[in-house]
């Protein structure tokens, strides 16, 4: 279950980040799809978590979206982590209309655990 921080220009639209909500789910999904933990396509509720904040006047930083995605480590994800990160980060420039994006994927070891 990935959990996506997304950073933004608080001088972005509504409308470029509303798409960029829609899509996030989807992309971050084929982003680190493994044999460990396939993606079938049908996202359910707690699949990914997604989160968006205006950067603050005190955080520092010259992009207008900044997308971190932390996943759990898996060998197969952690042996293509770059190309990963790279076709979300294409994916997070279609659909938020801006080149000015920065993608991090961490793969941490970790544990998820999610109630009924």
């Not at 904040?53 to 900044?66: E, N, Q, S, T």
């Amino acid at each position: 279950m990935p959990i996506v921080e997304v950073t933004h220009d608080p001088l972005i639209a509504t409308a470029q980040l509303q798409t960029l909500a829609e899509a996030l789910p989807h992309a971050v999904s084929l982003a680190v799809e493994c044999p460990e933990e396939p993606y079938d396509g049908m996202l359910q509720p707690g699949d990914v978590e997604v989160r968006f904040r205006p950067r603050g006047p005190y955080d520092a930083g010259g992009l207008d979206i900044v997308v971190e995605v932390r996943s759990k480590w898996f060998a197969s994800r952690a042996e293509t982590r770059q190309e990963r990160c790279d076709r979300l980060c294409n994916a997070v420039v279609e659909a938020s209309g801006t080149t000015e994006v920065g993608v991090y994927l961490s793969l941490p070891v970790a544990a998820w655990a999610q109630g009924e």
